[in-house]
């Protein structure tokens, strides 16, 4: 399928998902290296990105389940390590100047506020794209025959999409932070040419 094809065809799935909301942008989307992870407990499991672990080989499923083993057993040490490192970050931070300082941080305002229900809603392996609707503005997972739609704001809630200058960015890649009328911002890597355009349909900080 040529990429003018795959373009039309996540289209089509998202409009179902969306059922008829007339959509103006479509923007693929990854989760930005830096963001922090959100709380076990707020991590999406999306039903259409969840049929590749039916194709598993009885090996991959046995790795897969030790491996998760290893995780949960390590994750005391992993909580450990964070708390003894934490006075030494922060005094790192605190000698940061303050536009550094601002830069440097991927995510504000806790997980209950609006960016962070889009930081959770993007912890998840599989596509995403951005939807700007004419309400609402939609984080959707696409699957191979289906889109589901993990998270969504009044477009009144976004007070600006924010180019992050300071990071490296091409016209197929680039960091984009969402600020949101709560004070909450979040940082979201956005891929390919169609990001200026996303810029352009939104308010600008």
């Known amino acids: ?4 094809g795959a373009d039309a065809a996540v ?10 909301e007339p959509v103006t942008h479509l923007q693929p989307v990854a989760r930005h290296s830096q963001v922090p ?3 076990r407990r707020r991590r ?3 039903r259409v990105l969840t049929g590749t672990g039916a194709q598993l080989s009885g090996g991959q499923r046995a790795l897969a389940g030790a ?3 290893v995780a949960w057993l390590t ?3 992993h909580f450990l390590g964070e708390l003894l490192l934490a006075p030494f970050r922060g005094l790192r931070w605190l000698c940061r100047g303050k ?4 830069r440097n941080k991927r995510f504000a305002g806790g997980w209950d506020s609006a960016a962070g229900g889009l930081g959770a809603a993007m912890y998840v392996h599989g596509n995403r794209v951005v939807a700007l609707g004419r309400r609402q503005v939609f984080l959707l997972y696409v699957g191979a025959h289906e889109a589901e739609i993990a998270w969504s704001v009044p477009r009144e809630e976004v007070t600006g999409v924010e180019f992050a200058s300071w990071d490296p960015s091409t016209e197929q890649r680039a960091t984009l932070r969402w600020h949101f009328r709560d004070g909450s911002w979040y940082d979201v890597t956005a891929r390919g040419t169609g990001w200026k355009q996303l810029v352009d349909a939104l308010p600008t900080r």
């Not at 399928?1 to 003018?4: E, G, K, L, V, Y």
């Not at 536009?99 to 601002?102: A, G, L, Q, T, V």
Request: without cysteine.
């Open 75 to 77: 994750d005391p040490l």
């Open 44 to 46: 999406p499991h999306p």
């Open 1 to 4: 399928m040529t990429s003018a």
């Open 37 to 39: 992870k959100p709380p």
């Open 67 to 69: 491996t998760g083993f």
């Open 99 to 102: 536009e550094k300082r601002r």
């Open 11 to 20: 289209r089509n799935l998202v409009t179902t998902a969306l059922r008829g």
